[in-house]
């Protein structure tokens, strides 16, 4: 991994933070995605480091959606907090909060990748994947409601693995 220049990387000098209520349907995680490019380009962010945040906040938007508070419909709310924090370098953070059944996706057995496609159980990927997005992934359980918070450094990640 690199550090960013400035050009690149925008110049972050605050934190900015955005609080919203997204009904849990497709449209609202639409709604969360368009919610963070929004902040990357008001901070002049690269998508070249926002695309892990983006990645993971859409896999955990849809397992809550999906599973988490299925067939509730629009009445089912996530509560989602973004925050950019200045730094060297910048750091993301995001909160995800949703009222469904107690569900730890960290607590989860990790996949077995060595089985084939057809041979594996369903499931499973999309949290791992997070967990390798991701600087730090922590959940917890707090007054009836599922809480999972993902920090990410805002740097590139080299294609030579540095």
């Known amino acids: 991994m690199r550090r960013l220049s400035a050009p690149e990387g925008g110049c972050l000098s605050s934190a900015e933070t955005r609080r919203l209520s997204i009904p849990a349907t497709a449209g609202g ?4 995605l368009d919610t963070l490019e929004n902040l990357w380009s008001a901070q002049g962010i690269s998508r070249a480091v926002t695309w892990p ?17 299925a067939g509730r419909g ?20 995001v909160q995800i909060e949703d009222d469904g059944p107690e569900f730890n996706p960290l ?10 496609v057809d041979e ?12 390798r997005l991701m600087d730090e992934v922590h959940y917890e359980r707090k007054d009836g409601r599922n ?9 590139v990640i080299d294609e030579q693995g540095e």
């Not at 089912?76 to 750091?91: I, K, N, S, T, Y």
């Not at 594996?120 to 967990?131: S, T, Y």
């Open 147 to 155: 809480r999972l918070r993902l920090v990410r450094h805002l740097v």
């Open 29 to 32: 995680v639409k709604t969360a």
């Open 120 to 131: 594996r159980p369903v499931g499973g990927l999309g949290i791992e994947l997070v967990k």
């Open 107 to 116: 607590g989860a057995d990790a996949p077995d990748t060595s089985l084939g």
């Open 53 to 69: 945040v983006e990645v993971s906040l859409d896999e955990v938007l849809a397992n809550v959606v999906h599973h988490a508070l």
């Open 74 to 93: 629009d009445s089912a709310r996530v509560e989602l907090e973004l925050q950019l924090h200045p730094g060297d370098p910048p750091r993301c953070e």
